[in-house]
């Protein structure tokens, strides 16, 4: 276009590298509200039951603000643009945890039944506040040293191995409750080896489906509107298929088997784009489950006491109807109401002492109501979309599986604890992450939020300022 020949107005192109706000200062205003919140719980419980303030406020209060400054400064230093939401969640999470597992040890009904059995009634608030201790160190050792989430890419085959081991090694160790989902460690007490096998799966599911991906992409005909893939390309989610099934078989285990078959499933469909892998995963899914869950016994009896929960009262009893956990679990819901009968006044410890463990949502749907719950699931909800939003923005291949395999197996153990507390699939025997009482759990998922953190930082940091190019200091600009 044509300009005045005195104009001196240079047009000039600019690379930017400038990133989006790290957030920090975010993450520590809602770091502090997810304190103040179950502090506010923990009075609450004990204004309800003892009419006084607990005296263990305090320290209570100081002790998990350290756990999530901690956190917070570690990820300041080592991960400082990483996503501002995961850390105040999960540290929202843990707190009610703690707070509703201290309300259930003052239950004098517990430690009567207790007497009754022969044994000492022993708190486990103290216990889960160490091991929540030990999350945060091994969350903080995470984002520490692990200086670049694609490091992992290179272990694929060696976490397969890891894995494996895992999931076989309880096996041979006695079960409890009818589930062999637990090791014994002397000195250590109980692990649950599947809580850090999921982690360990994803890391090789991640590594396998970023290589193999366009060969499972691939169809052979169309049928009913979806591509179905090439018979010999079902052979991975055989393999895993088969995988689930021994272990719903042989530790009759039947929520790591919906949640490691589930996990492989949602990252097989997002690194293919192939709605036929859901399919296929749902049919075998529920076809395996169907077969083992009428000839095992101990999935056979959970089945039925899902599908006639208050048979336990029925006179004369069925010989499967052994506990009325489930009965009183969905007795707690209703008693609940809408907006609960308040922090400390619910009676869920009837439950008896999986109130804090396996069905400690019914603790929750009874005191917080379905407000309450629903506000949890929120939560729960939002840790899910956090790392399905990092995938998305992950620039790596590996990276993007790796954080929706993370996020999948977080929100399918959520639902398969909550589905099964409420009555709308088989109970499980897993338990709520963060929110209920057991060390392993605890442990591992802090481990999972910091892999999560890890990759939103490398997503969302800046690109590197380009090189300076030796040609661009001898251009030289000549202006009439």
Same mark, same amino acid.
């Given at each position: 276009?044509?300009?005045s020949a005195g104009?001196?107005t ?5 690379i930017?590298?400038?990133g ?5 200062n975010?993450?520590?205003a ?5 304190v103040i919140?179950?502090?506010f719980?923990?009075?609450n ?8 303030m607990p005296?263990?406020?305090l320290g209570?209060g ?9 956190g917070?400064l570690v990820v300041?230093k080592f991960a400082?643009? #990483?996503?501002?939401? +995961? @850390?105040?969640?999960a540290?929202l999470?843990?707190g009610l945890g703690? =707070?509703? %597992?201290?309300?259930l !040890?003052q239950?004098e009904?517990l ?6 059995q ?6 486990? #608030?103290?216990?889960? +506040? @160490? ?6 160190a091994?969350?903080?050792? =995470?984002? %520490?040293?692990?200086? !670049?989430h ?5 272990y ?9 081991i895992l ?7 006695p ?9 014994t =460690?002397p000195?250590?007490g109980s692990?649950?080896p599947g809580?850090?096998?999921?982690i360990?799966?994803a ?6 489906l970023?290589?193999?991906r366009?060969?499972?992409a ?6 009913m509107g979806?591509y179905?893939p090439?018979?010999r390309?079902?052979g991975p ?13 042989f ?6 088997s ?12 997002v690194?293919?784009e192939r709605?036929?892998w ?14 083992v ?5 101990h999935?056979k009896?959970r ?10 009262y029925?006179n ?5 109807a052994?506990?009325e956990?489930?009965?009183?679990a ?5 008693s609940?109401g809408?907006?609960?009968?308040g ?11 999986a109130?804090?463990s396996d ?5 929750y749907g009874?005191?917080?109501?379905l ?5 949890i699931?929120?939560?729960y ?9 990092t995938?998305?923005?992950?620039r ?12 999948a197996?977080f ?7 909550a589905?099964g ?5 088989p109970?499980t ?6 929110l209920?009482q057991?060390?392993?759990?605890v442990?591992a998922n802090w481990?999972?939020?910091?892999i ?8 969302r940091?800046?690109a590197?300022?380009?090189?300076p190019s030796p ?10």
């Amino acid at each position: 276009m044509p300009s005045s020949a005195g104009s001196n107005t240079t047009a000039t192109t600019t690379i930017s590298t400038v990133g989006p706000p790290s957030r920090r200062n975010t993450e520590l205003a809602l770091l502090a509200f997810a304190v103040i919140l179950p502090c506010f719980a923990y009075a609450n419980v004990g204004l309800a039951l003892n009419g006084e303030m607990p005296s263990g406020m305090l320290g209570y209060g100081l002790g998990l603000g350290l756990l999530g400054g901690v956190g917070h400064l570690v990820v300041r230093k080592f991960a400082k643009y #990483a996503d501002p939401l +995961l @850390l105040p969640l999960a540290t929202l999470l843990n707190g009610l945890g703690l =707070v509703m %597992i201290w309300r259930l !040890d003052q239950s004098e009904r517990l430690a009567r039944l207790a007497k009754a059995q022969g044994f000492t009634f022993q708190a486990s #608030a103290p216990n889960q +506040l @160490l091991f929540s201790a030990l999350g945060i160190a091994l969350f903080v050792a =995470v984002v %520490i040293f692990l200086k !670049d989430h694609r490091i992992l890419q290179r272990y694929t085959y060696i976490s397969m191995v890891v894995a494996l081991i895992l999931l076989v090694a309880p096996v041979f160790f006695p079960g409890k409750f009818g589930a062999k989902i637990w090791i014994t =460690v002397p000195g250590l007490g109980s692990i649950q080896p599947g809580e850090f096998a999921k982690i360990i799966l994803a890391i090789f599911f991640a590594g396998y489906l970023m290589v193999k991906r366009d060969a499972l992409a691939l169809a052979s005909r169309r049928f009913m509107g979806l591509y179905l893939p090439r018979g010999r390309d079902l052979g991975p989610i055989l393999a895993v298929w088969a995988l689930s099934l021994v272990i719903l078989v042989f530790e009759t285990d039947l929520g790591s088997s919906l949640l490691f078959f589930g996990m492989f499933v949602v990252m097989l469909y997002v690194a293919t784009e192939r709605t036929s892998w859901i399919v296929f995963g749902l049919l075998m899914s529920a076809g395996g489950a169907a077969v083992v869950g009428s000839v095992e016994p101990h999935v056979k009896v959970r089945v039925m006491a899902w599908l006639h929960p208050f048979a336990v009262y029925d006179n004369p009893r069925p010989s499967w109807a052994t506990t009325e956990q489930i009965a009183q679990a969905l007795f707690a819901f209703g008693s609940g109401g809408v907006f609960g009968t308040g922090w400390g006044q619910g009676a869920s410890d009837l439950i008896q002492f999986a109130a804090n463990s396996d069905f400690i949502f019914a603790s929750y749907g009874e005191e917080l109501g379905l407000a309450g719950a629903m506000a949890i699931l929120l939560i729960y909800g939002l840790i899910v979309e956090r790392g399905v939003r990092t995938a998305l923005a992950a620039r790596d291949p590996f990276g993007k599986l790796l954080a929706t395999g993370l996020a999948a197996a977080f929100g399918i153990q959520v639902f398969v604890v909550a589905g099964g507390v409420m009555g709308l699939i088989p109970l499980t025997g897993m338990t709520m992450p963060f929110l209920a009482q057991g060390g392993s759990s605890v442990i591992a998922n802090w481990a999972l939020i910091a892999i999560l953190i890890k990759i939103s930082d490398t997503a969302r940091r800046p690109a590197p300022a380009p090189a300076p190019s030796p040609d661009a200091e001898m251009t030289q600009v000549v202006r009439p």
